[in-house]
């Protein structure tokens, strides 16, 4: 039987050493490794490919469709703190949801638009 060791989201951006400078510096990603035209980056399991399509729209102008990642952790508070006192955008500010998690959604410079969430139906969030 086949295992998924881990998954990498694939995103177009049209200026990419400013998207990956706020991946790394505001964001709090590692640069794993660097190829003509793309970048590698990973927040411990999580995992992105940013590819520079320098003649394409910017997911800003996807509207909707610039949702890409839902991503759990273990400490929402923590991760949320670290990166609004590194200057990130958000669309969604913390908060708990009728769903059972307590999330925010922050938004890359070419309005790429990630969530990170963690469950509070076990008490995991205070």
Request: aromatic share 12%; glycine share 6%.
């Amino acid at each position: 039987m086949t295992r998924v060791l881990a998954t990498r989201h694939v995103l177009a951006i049209k200026d990419l050493a400013s998207v990956t400078d706020y991946f790394v510096r505001v964001l709090g990603f590692r640069r794993d490794f660097s190829v003509e035209g793309w970048e590698f980056l990973s927040l411990d399991e999580f995992q992105v490919m940013l590819g520079e399509c320098i003649d394409d729209v910017t997911a800003y102008e996807t509207k909707n469709h610039s949702y890409f990642a839902h991503v759990l952790v273990d400490n929402v508070n923590a991760l949320f703190e670290s990166m609004k006192s590194n200057g990130a955008s958000f669309s969604e500010e913390i908060a708990d949801k009728r769903w059972g998690v307590r999330e925010f959604f922050v938004v890359t410079p070419e309005g790429h638009r990630i969530g990170f969430a963690q469950s509070i139906e076990r008490g995991q969030v205070t």
